[in-house]
C-alpha cells in the first residue's frame, strides 16, 4: 500500500493544485505537506540570515546550512507521521535534483513511495508565475528542469498539457 507520494516540480508547475485534486479523488485521507509548509513555518529571521534561505531577485533560491538542519529534521517528522499510518502528499522542490530525493530517500526508508515528476515548460510556468503574483520572477524558469535533473520517477506528468484534476486521476491509478 502506498504511504507517501512525493511530488516534485518547479516554482508554478502546478503541484498545489495537483494536491488539492488528489485529496478530493483518493478514496482515503491524505495529509499534503510542502516545501512552502516548510518555509512558512520557519522565522522571518531565516530569510535574513546567510545560514537559513535567501530568495534572490533572479528567482534563485540559497538555502545554508541552518535551513538544511531545519529542514533535515522536518523531513524525519513527515517520516515519522507516515510510519504512524497517515498517508501523505508531498509537494517538494528538488533544487539539488538527485541530492534532494536522496535525502528523501534516506528518511522514508522503508516506507512505500510514489515518486511523481510534475513537469511544465518553463514558458508556461513562467506565465502562471506572473499570473500569480506571489513568486519572484524568474523562480520558474530557473527551476523547471533543474528539479528534475538526476531524478527518478515512477510516474511523470506534464501540467502544460493536462490540468491539476487530469494529472491527480492519472497519478491514483498507480496508488495501491
Known sequence: ??????????SSSGKSGIVRCLQAVLPDPWLAFGTDTLVDAMPASMQASDGGIEFAPDGEVIVGPEFRTLEAAWIEGVAAMARAGARVIVDEVFLGGADSQQRWQKALGE??????????DGAVAAGREVARGDRITGMAA???????QGVAYDLEVDTAHAESMECARIIAVHVK
Open 1 to 10: 500500500m502506498t504511504q507517501v507520494i512525493v511530488l516534485n516540480g518547479g
Open 111 to 120: 516506507l512505500r513511495v510514489l515518486w511523481v515528476g510534475v513537469r511544465c
Open 142 to 148: 530557473s527551476q523547471a528542469d533543474v528539479v528534475h
